[in-house]
């Protein structure tokens, strides 16, 4: 029998729906009802591609004995933390204050009034390295509960009272300046693997923001150690295993230093971060393996995470069928001498197996290798290897593929379209840019409503109950910002005001100009969550000061400006202390220090290829969050295009910064000049 999760929209609750378990959503009927019962809460918080959420599903939730168990003494409550990022963000920063780690799955009992007193992440059904198992943590809660609970009440105050209490400094609302940027440089580099590219030791994840900084920083600046050390990490993770040799597309992390074997599940996310990344190093450089890895990464979205409706699936799955009906991580990437002999015969196994790293040994478990490209002498026939690959490819097709999560989160597909319409303009690809303008269609047809405000997720063309947050109105905007810069089509610059408007009046302190990431209207959790570093994504904190300045740089407007200055203000703080941790903030940060700089391109109505040419140059240009509008003659597309006017007939371009205005070109050399001084 389905319990309460069959009617939900997210894939992680319905893979529980048919648990023993009597699940609940998170929702203040579920609430209530353990208040009318007297039992305290269970709140498992997980996601659909995370490997250890579906080892404890297995071993305990689908357990009727421990199924007994919880339904007699609590009420369960599961949440899909893509969906609540809010739920998810609060305890874990109970779990994080109490234990000192975090995780998923996250476990918190907490008591009828949401307030959380006890915490833990994955329990094991018997004991094991020094763990107690779940069924014993249970029986201690329900002990804890029924005999000392004034005691309970007391630590579940306290825990709620401490987190009230835990307010970052976030220092003034003044942006960073030179120095503040240059300290963030310098503690990068203290940082950073020589060696093997990225930061820090394992495991190593993609460093997509910081890449974006250092990109930034060095097209402002000149610093030629930021760029190489965003051109070899990038060159690093390519070459590694957590790029698909195969498939395009990156894995979430890597489990080693050196980018060798990948945590298997791919996010839409990292993919669309990235994507965008390896087509600014491209801008920026010329390197051809960028531009691979760019187009790649974009078609390995467009292909493997489009969905029906023309938005993009969250994720897949690190775990597939071996072919023997186990479920075992990366089953479906790597591959064994024996498999490439298989495949592609003696000859041509010998071959792939040096061009891609492949050993008897292997690389990952059961001597199988993750393919990657190691550095080595030697030059390879270019047709063989893409003979090769295409065998190849064609032979994983046939595998059991990985689970797909199928929904649609709103933050996520901004980035998403920011990255496919940037890197379809850049490499001639309209069908990138079209995929683009229909994730954008689906999200203003499907998840906006008539007040502009924005759901954060939908699957099926069925839009999820729960509310947008402050990443999805900030990346949503980024996302229709750049498609707005790409098709020169205006209607994108104002949904992306629509969405703005609503992080001034919701969701910033009109006192300190600090941002909240939910809503002043939200529903209230046990404290209203703000978190201002950058993680796997960009906080909404710095998502949003980059879509005010962009916006404010479009428009002239004052407000927007003057909110993303003072959002900028904490990476004025935190900058020079946790660079690796506000990489986007720092790439703002870079674009406030640049101007950024207007361009507006106007030419003839109809086709006009000088302008095309124009408009092409000016995206193209590496300086720092530089805004381009295009549109003809006397258009009302852009604010940028008011009383421009062409010179002798001719297309033309005009730059501004700062209030200042250069001298209008027609000629497309003198205009990539002006952005990349």
Same mark, same amino acid.
């Given at each position: ?18 648990n023993p378990v009597d699940w609940w959503p998170w929702s203040a009927e579920a609430f209530e009802e353990a208040r009318r019962r007297g039992v305290p809460v269970l709140l498992s918080v997980g996601y659909s591609s995370c490997h250890w959420c579906h080892v404890m599903a297995h071993e305990s939730f689908e357990d009727q004995a421990t199924a007994d168990y919880l339904n007699e003494h609590f009420l369960s409550v599961k949440v899909d933390r893509e969906e609540r990022p809010d739920v998810d963000a609060v305890y874990m920063e109970a779990v994080q204050a109490a234990t000192g780690q975090g995780g998923w799955p996250m476990t918190v009992f907490l008591t009828p009034d949401a307030e959380p007193f006890y915490f833990g992440t994955y329990f094991p059904p018997a004991p094991r390295h020094g763990m107690p ?257 295409? +065998? #190849?490819?064609?032979?994983?097709? *046939? $595998?059991? !593929?990985?689970?797909?999560? =199928?929904?649609? @989160?709103? &933050?996520?597909? %901004? ?29 203003? +047809? #499907?998840?906006?409503?008539?007040? *502009? $405000?924005? !759901?954060?997720?939908?699957? =099926?063309?069925? @839009?999820? &109950?729960?509310? %947008? ?30 969405? #703005? ?17 939910? &809503? ?52 004025? &703080? ?104």
């Open positions: 029998m389905a319990n309460r999760l069959a009617h939900e929209t997210s894939p992680y609750l319905l893979q529980h729906a048919d198992s779940f069924r014993q943590v249970l029986e201690g809660v329900r002990h804890a509960w029924t005999d000392r609970r004034e005691e309970v009440a007391e630590v579940a105050g306290k825990i709620v009272r401490d987190l009230a209490g835990r307010e970052i400094s976030y220092g003034d609302d003044v942006a960073p300046g030179e120095q503040e940027l240059s300290q963030a440089l310098l503690g990068l580099t203290r940082e950073y693997d020589p060696q093997r590219g990225g930061f820090g030791g394992a495991p190593k994840f993609p460093p997509s923001m910081v890449i974006e900084f250092l990109l930034r920083h060095h097209a402002r600046t000149g610093a030629e150690g930021a760029l190489q050390m965003a051109r070899d990490t990038c060159e690093r993770m390519a070459r590694g295993g957590i790029y698909d040799q195969l498939g395009g597309g990156f894995a979430r992390y890597s489990v080693d230093r050196d980018w060798i074997v990948p945590h298997f599940e791919k996010m839409l996310y990292d993919n669309a971060l990235l994507c965008r990344v390896y087509a600014h190093l491209w801008r920026a450089t010329g390197s051809e393996l960028a531009r691979r890895v760019a187009l790649e990464t974009a078609d390995f979205m467009v292909r493997e995470l489009r969905t029906a409706e023309g938005g993009f699936a969250s994720a897949l799955d690190a775990d597939s069928d071996d072919g023997t009906g186990r479920h075992v991580e990366g089953a479906y990437y790597v591959w064994t001498p024996g498999q490439l002999t298989e495949v592609l015969g003696a000859e041509d196994a010998q071959a792939a197996a040096q061009y891609f790293g492949v050993t008897e040994s292997g690389t990952f478990e059961e001597g199988a290798s993750v393919l990657q490209l190691p550095q080595q002498e030697g030059v390879f026939d270019a047709e063989k290897v893409a003979s090769i690959k295409e +065998r #190849l490819s064609a032979a994983r097709a *046939a $595998r059991p !593929a990985p689970g797909r999560d =199928d929904k649609v @989160v709103a &933050a996520w597909n %901004g980035l998403a379209i920011a990255a496919l319409a940037e890197t379809g303009a850049y490499f001639d690809r309209p069908d990138l840019v079209d995929a683009a303008v229909a994730a954008a269609d689906l999200l203003v +047809r #499907l998840h906006l409503d008539d007040r *502009a $405000r924005l !759901a954060r997720t939908s699957k =099926d063309g069925h @839009v999820g &109950a729960n509310a %947008g947050v402050l990443e999805d109105y900030a990346d949503v905007a980024e996302g229709f910002l750049a498609l707005a810069s790409v098709t020169g089509e205006g209607v994108w610059l104002e949904f992306a005001g629509f969405l #703005l408007d609503h992080v001034l009046v919701r969701f910033a302190d009109p006192e300190s100009g600090a941002l909240y990431d939910t &809503a002043a209207d939200a529903e209230r959790l046990i404290r209203r969550p703000q978190d201002p570093t950058d993680n796997a994504v960009p906080s909404g904190w710095s998502a949003a000061a980059g879509a005010l300045l962009s916006y404010a740089a479009h428009t002239g407007s004052e407000p927007h400006r003057t909110a993303a200055e003072r959002a900028s203000g904490v990476v004025k &703080a935190l900058g020079p202390r946790v660079p690796r941790f506000i990489g986007w903030g720092l790439a703002v940060a870079e674009a406030l220090l640049d101007g950024p700089r207007e361009v507006a391109v106007v030419g003839r109505a109809g086709g006009d290829p000088a302008a095309d040419e124009l408009h092409r140059t000016a995206l193209l240009g590496t300086a720092p969050g530089a805004v381009v509008a295009r549109g003809a003659l006397d258009s009302e597309e852009f604010p940028l295009l008011a009383d421009r006017v062409l010179v002798e007939g001719a297309a033309t371009a005009y730059v501004c910064r700062g209030f200042v205005c250069d001298l209008p070109t027609t000629d497309a050399d003198a205009l990539r000049d002006r952005l990349t001084r």
